[in-house]
């Protein structure tokens, strides 16, 4: 049996309120807490940041799921647990969706450590547990808006915590079933095995945290690497927008370094105009080359009619 650091001591029932916040200050990476309250007084009720530095902004869903876990880790197994939130995601998690994720063996589940491990952590206790969503304007609500601040001042204070995501023993479904499943989750399994073992492209790396910078200096929004990718399939974009600005983002255009790997073709590296290495920066923004004002000027031209004709 695990030893439980702490465990809340009622033995008959409790209800616990959680919520997640995030602190976004200007200039700052946005950092993300979860929130539990049990009542005023108890030395359980806390704000703890999650763990994943990267991902820390839009997945509310996910601060609450972490909550959850909290939630259910300092409660005693044998005690009857309420877990009230103001949001549907975790109930909808562990009642509807649990038993499709682990009959696909989790395969392209979001933050699966985190739902594994809260999926195991209910099955482990022996006392039941419901989940309830908070009325507008009742007590829970309240309660809920407690926990939120807990979140909020442990979100700001920027306090770096351990998360156990040990699973309990015989709780968690090793693998996926082999029964009843279908062929596109077995490939969907093979290619995320395939993709533990693939070593991303340096370059692009490089490119994805500019991105990321530059999103972030502009509209102080803190984005993914799957985010960036997501916006290149936007409807706005053309195809072939998308696929010059896909070759960017890997560094995939015939310019600057790709020339100094061919023989006696070094010279189309450098920038005839500047006499640089050319990159993509460079040629849509820094370039003295004449005709460059031009295309800026028509750009912001067209861009301008757009705004006009929009909603
Ligand atoms: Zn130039």
Redesign the pocket.
């Known amino acids: 049996m695990r030893q439980r650091a702490e465990t809340i001591p009622t033995p008959e029932e409790v209800e616990i309120f959680i919520t997640g916040a995030v602190h976004s200050p200007a200039s700052r990476t946005a950092r993300a807490a979860a929130g539990i309250f049990i009542e005023d007084g108890n030395p359980s009720c806390k704000g703890k940041c999650i763990p994943v530095a990267g991902e820390q902004s839009q997945y509310a869903a996910e601060l609450f799921r972490v909550a959850a876990l909290e939630a259910t880790k300092i409660t005693h197994r044998d005690t009857i647990l309420t877990i009230t939130s103001t949001q549907t995601h975790i109930m909808e998690a562990m009642n509807k969706k649990l038993p499709d994720w682990e009959l696909e063996g989790w395969v392209d589940v979001k933050h699966r450590d985190v739902l594994r491990c809260l999926a195991a952590e209910l099955k482990a206790r022996r006392a039941r547990t419901t989940f309830k969503i908070a009325a507008p304007a009742s007590p829970e609500k309240a309660w809920c808006l407690k926990a939120s601040i807990l979140a909020k001042q442990s979100a700001r204070n920027r306090v770096e915590e351990r998360w156990d995501l040990t699973l309990p023993p015989n709780t968690a479904l090793p693998g996926m079933r082999l029964q009843g499943n279908r062929q596109h989750v077995f490939y969907r399994s093979i290619r995320e095995i395939k993709d533990r073992n693939r070593t991303p492209r340096p370059s692009t790396l490089k490119m994805l945290d500019a991105v990321r910078k530059d999103v972030e200096a502009a509209f102080g929004r803190y984005v993914t690497d799957a985010d960036i990718w997501l916006a290149l399939t936007a409807k706005d974009l053309l195809p072939r927008t998308t696929q010059f600005l896909w070759k960017g983002l890997h560094k995939a255009h015939r310019i600057g370094n790709y020339w100094n790997h061919i023989p006696e073709c070094g010279d189309r590296a450098i ?6 290495l ?1 990159d993509l920066e ?2 849509l923004l ?4 004449p005709g460059q004002n031009i295309v800026w000027q028509t750009a912001e031209t067209l861009w301008r009619r757009k705004k006009k004709s929009g909603p």
């Open positions: 920038c005839q105009e500047c006499g640089v050319e460079h040629i820094r370039c003295t080359s």
